[in-house]
Structures are given as structure tokens and as C-alpha cells.
């Protein structure tokens, strides 16, 4: 597979960055895909004006040779994301699940989803934006897909540079796919883009190197093959083991020390979560969305006898847990025994507290408390008309 890289600088004026690629977009030779960095079609200032976007995609596609892969704003969305455009076609390919902190925020970017692998002459294509590099599930997730070659389009800081390069050797090696990272130029408030977009093949070795302008590589998927064949296993995934989710307090309270000191907010949120439903997993997915880490203080099975009745539970405090740790938006689980959990509030210290908006304010255990040190309290609505008591009483109905 042919692939042409586009590097060029970044400028203040959205236009002026367009124009930098529409220029390498009339110069560049045929190729079965070029690739452009994240947020490419614009750059960083004004990326999320729909009036510029709407003019743009249809400029870029009036000049194209050849299929392009780059990084724009999903409008709609307010995501920054990756498109697969071509003279027919635009087609959302990646979200940036992970957004810098403290600047994709401010610029009004919100956090995507992963989107699947596309297929182009064939080829499983695999595609990650920016910071979600540093995270090393998104890479082994598109590969268990199918992905042969991974893209991160990124506007990656040059002081950084180094850490650019190696994460995306790393990736290549740990997935046996080819890894190649398209780096941006010139400044985003103030800070300097790198460049140097880099390939590595499956063994992790250097096959491209672009200081600026249009490079040109070819794919050869034999050595893909022959990497598998000796690392086959190192392409699988490894389930999060649940015994590292629920956790005694002690043991916890060291983990939220250490995550805390290293600047990470901790989210808590508490329940009974007895018949774990559609409206609990979009609670807590939000919840999770609100900060770092996300621990759940679990109603122990004497607790929920006090509060529900001598019925409830209907699935013991270990089976209850369990459930909640296989989630992946869930990072920890912990129990409490008393009928409610403001003692554990008080020891974890929680810099956001979540309940659902059905609570006031002033009734949310803890909430005071929380606030008095600068945390903040958040209430979010159900996304569903559910509830464990009313599908009791649908399956008691039903037996009847």
C-alpha cells in the first residue's frame, strides 16, 4: 500500500492552515491513501465554526487525487475527529476519546467514542488521535478488530517529541501492526508542533521519517505476517481482572493517595445496584466522564436489608460487586455497612460526588461536606425509565 504523509504548519487563521494543504494536496503524486494530522483541515483555532468547515470539506474534494485520511471537527458533535474523505464520499473513521486536559476542554471539544477499523483495497485500517496514544487499550482494541496499520494523527508538541516517537514504536511492537504517527507544524497558543511524522513497521524499526512537506512509503503487509507468526499471542486482549476492582478500604484509600497525587480526581458515587440495568450503566458512564477515577461505595447485603427490607437483596453483596467491576467505566468498588455512606466520604474525600438528579442537593449524603473543601457535587438524571424495584414487580406480575 502506497501512503503519502502531508506535514505543514499550523496557523492562527483557519484559512491559512487550509490553504497550507490544499497547496501539498495539488503537489502530491497518487498514492492508495494520504494522511494529514489531527485537526489538519483547519488547526486548533476556530476548528469547531461550522460556517469554515461546511466551505472546506468541498474545496478539499474538488482538489483530491487520491483518498484522504484527516483530522477535522465534528461540528455536530463538538468532537475532534478523523474523516476518510475521497471525490464521492466523507466518512467519520475516529473520535479522539481522550482530550488534553486543560486544552481540548477549553477549545470546546468533548470526548468521543472508538470507532471501528475501515477497510480501504482491502486493508484494515485502525485510526487514533493525538493524546489517545498514551493509551494503550485504544491500539489493542482496533487491532483485535482486524486493524493491519494504525494512523495517530496528532498536533504533538515538540518538547515532547521524543515521547511521540516512542509511544508509537511501542504500539507497533506490542500489536505487530505497522504504526504511523502524522505530526503537525507550527504553533497553538504559543506552543510549538513538532512535526517529524515517523513510521515503524511490526518489529518496531524506523521505514519513514518526514521533516515537512509531502513523504511518500510503501506498506508491505509480508512482514506483518511474519511478525504474527512468531508473536500471535501479544494481539489478544487481557480482561481487566475484577479481583483489582473491588477492594477493601484500606487497600483503596493507597490507590486514591497515590492517583490523587498525581493529580487525578477521583468521582464516588454509592448504590444498592441490585439488578444492574440500562439506566444504571448510562449514570455511571457519566459519572465516569467527570473526572479521572471512578469509585463506587456498594451498599453491603445488611445494609440494603435495613434500607429495601428483610427481600432485598435479590443478588448477594459479592455477585452485586462483581457485575459492577466488569464494567469498564467502573475503576474501583468498595462496601460500606451502614445505611448510608458518609463515613466513607469522609475518609476517600471525593473531589466530584454523584447522585442522580432525582436527590436535591440539599438531601445528598455528604454533599456539604464535599463542597466545604472545594469539591463539587454533581446530580445526573436517568437516561432511562427504569428502576430494580419496578422490575420486580414486572417479573412478581408475570408469575402471578
Same mark, same amino acid.
Not at 184 to 213: H, M, N, T, Y
Given at each position: 500500500?502506497?501512503?503519502?504523509?502531508?506535514?505543514? &504548519?499550523?496557523?492562527?487563521?483557519?484559512?491559512?492552515?487550509?490553504?497550507?494543504?490544499? %497547496?501539498?494536496?495539488?503537489? *502530491?503524486?497518487?498514492?492508495?491513501?494520504?494522511?494529514?494530522?489531527?485537526?489538519?483541515?483547519?488547526?486548533?483555532?476556530?476548528?469547531?465554526?461550522?460556517?469554515?468547515?461546511?466551505?472546506?470539506?468541498?474545496?478539499?474534494?474538488?482538489?483530491?487525487?487520491?483518498?484522504?485520511?484527516?483530522?477535522?471537527?465534528?461540528?455536530?458533535?463538538?468532537?475532534?475527529?478523523?474523516?476518510?474523505?475521497? &471525490?464521492?464520499?466523507?466518512?467519520?473513521?475516529?473520535?479522539?476519546?481522550?482530550?488534553?486536559?486543560?486544552?481540548?476542554?477549553?477549545?470546546?471539544?468533548?470526548?468521543?467514542?472508538?470507532?471501528?477499523?475501515?477497510?480501504?483495497?482491502?486493508?484494515?485500517?485502525?485510526?487514533?488521535? !493525538?493524546?489517545?496514544?498514551?493509551? #494503550?487499550?485504544?491500539?489493542?482494541?482496533?487491532?483485535?478488530?482486524?486493524?493491519?496499520?494504525?494512523? !495517530?494523527?496528532?498536533?504533538?508538541?515538540?518538547?515532547?517529541?521524543?515521547?511521540?516517537?516512542?509511544?508509537?514504536?511501542?504500539?507497533?511492537? %506490542?500489536?505487530?501492526?505497522?504504526?504511523?504517527?502524522?505530526?503537525?507544524?507550527?504553533?497553538?497558543?504559543?506552543?510549538?508542533?513538532?512535526?517529524?511524522?515517523?513510521?515503524?513497521?511490526?518489529?518496531?524499526?524506523?521505514?519513514?521519517?518526514?521533516?515537512?512537506?509531502?513523504?511518500?512509503?510503501?506498506?508491505?503487509?509480508? *512482514?506483518?505476517?511474519?511478525?504474527?507468526?512468531?508473536?500471535?499471542?501479544?494481539?489478544?486482549?487481557?480482561?481487566?481482572?475484577?479481583?483489582?476492582?473491588?477492594?477493601?478500604?484500606?487497600?483503596?484509600?493507597?490507590?486514591?493517595?497515590?492517583?490523587?497525587?498525581?493529580?487525578?480526581?477521583?468521582?464516588?458515587? @454509592?448504590?444498592?445496584?441490585?439488578?444492574?440495568?440500562?439506566?444504571?450503566?448510562?449514570?455511571?458512564?457519566?459519572? /465516569?466522564?467527570?473526572?479521572?477515577?471512578?469509585?463506587?461505595?456498594?451498599?453491603?447485603?445488611?445494609?440494603?436489608?435495613?434500607?429495601?427490607?428483610?427481600?432485598?437483596?435479590? @443478588? #448477594?453483596?459479592?455477585?452485586?460487586?462483581?457485575?459492577?467491576? *466488569?464494567?469498564?467505566?467502573?475503576?474501583?468498588?468498595?462496601?460500606?455497612?451502614?445505611?448510608? #455512606? %458518609?463515613?466513607?466520604?469522609?475518609?476517600? /474525600?471525593?473531589?466530584?460526588?454523584?447522585?442522580?438528579?432525582?436527590? &436535591?442537593?440539599?438531601?445528598?449524603?455528604?454533599?456539604?461536606?464535599?463542597?466545604?473543601?472545594?469539591?463539587?457535587?454533581?446530580?445526573?438524571?436517568?437516561?432511562?425509565?427504569?428502576?430494580?424495584?419496578?422490575?420486580?414487580?414486572?417479573?412478581?406480575? @408475570? %408469575?402471578?
Amino acid at each position: 500500500m502506497k501512503i503519502g504523509i502531508l506535514e505543514y &504548519p499550523f496557523y492562527a487563521e483557519p484559512e491559512k492552515t487550509l490553504a497550507g494543504l490544499l %497547496e501539498l494536496l495539488e503537489k *502530491a503524486p497518487e498514492a492508495d491513501l494520504v494522511v494529514a494530522p489531527e485537526l489538519g483541515i483547519s488547526g486548533y483555532e476556530k476548528a469547531l465554526e461550522a460556517s469554515f468547515l461546511k466551505k472546506a470539506f468541498p474545496t478539499i474534494q474538488k482538489k483530491l487525487k487520491s483518498p484522504l485520511l484527516i483530522g477535522g471537527a465534528d461540528i455536530s458533535k463538538a468532537k475532534s475527529a478523523a474523516w476518510l474523505i475521497t &471525490p464521492e464520499s466523507i466518512t467519520k473513521v475516529a473520535e479522539k476519546i481522550n482530550l488534553f486536559p486543560g486544552f481540548d476542554e477549553k477549545k470546546g471539544f468533548k470526548p468521543g467514542r472508538l470507532l471501528p477499523p475501515f477497510t480501504l483495497k482491502g486493508v484494515p485500517i485502525g485510526v487514533f488521535i !493525538c493524546y489517545d496514544l498514551r493509551f #494503550p487499550e485504544i491500539a489493542k482494541k482496533l487491532v483485535a478488530e482486524g486493524a493491519h496499520v494504525l494512523f !495517530c494523527l496528532a498536533a504533538w508538541p515538540k518538547a515532547r517529541l521524543p515521547h511521540f516517537h516512542t509511544l508509537l514504536r511501542t504500539r507497533a511492537i %506490542e500489536n505487530q501492526v505497522f504504526c504511523l504517527g502524522v505530526n503537525a507544524r507550527g504553533q497553538v497558543e504559543g506552543i510549538e508542533l513538532g512535526g517529524q511524522s515517523v513510521a515503524f513497521d511490526p518489529w518496531g524499526k524506523i521505514i519513514s521519517e518526514s521533516f515537512g512537506g509531502i513523504t511518500l512509503l510503501e506498506l508491505d503487509f509480508s *512482514a506483518l505476517e511474519k511478525a504474527r507468526q512468531l508473536f500471535v499471542t501479544s494481539r489478544t486482549v487481557s480482561p481487566s481482572l475484577l479481583s483489582e476492582k473491588i477492594l477493601p478500604l484500606e487497600e483503596l484509600c493507597q490507590r486514591v493517595r497515590r492517583r490523587k497525587a498525581l493529580g487525578q480526581k477521583l468521582v464516588f458515587t @454509592n448504590g444498592c445496584f441490585d439488578l444492574l440495568h440500562a439506566g444504571h450503566v448510562s449514570y455511571l458512564a457519566r459519572a /465516569r466522564e467527570a473526572g479521572d477515577f471512578l469509585v463506587i461505595g456498594l451498599n453491603s447485603d445488611a445494609s440494603v436489608k435495613r434500607i429495601k427490607g428483610p427481600e432485598r437483596p435479590i @443478588n #448477594p453483596q459479592e455477585n452485586r460487586a462483581k457485575v459492577l467491576a *466488569a464494567l469498564s467505566v467502573v475503576d474501583y468498588v468498595v462496601f460500606f455497612d451502614e445505611d448510608t #455512606p %458518609e463515613k466513607l466520604i469522609k475518609t476517600l /474525600r471525593p473531589d466530584i460526588l454523584v447522585k442522580g438528579a432525582d436527590w &436535591p442537593e440539599e438531601k445528598i449524603v455528604g454533599a456539604s461536606f464535599v463542597k466545604s473543601y472545594g469539591g463539587k457535587v454533581l446530580r445526573i438524571p436517568f437516561e432511562h425509565e427504569i428502576s430494580t424495584t419496578k422490575i420486580i414487580e414486572k417479573i412478581r406480575k @408475570n %408469575e402471578a
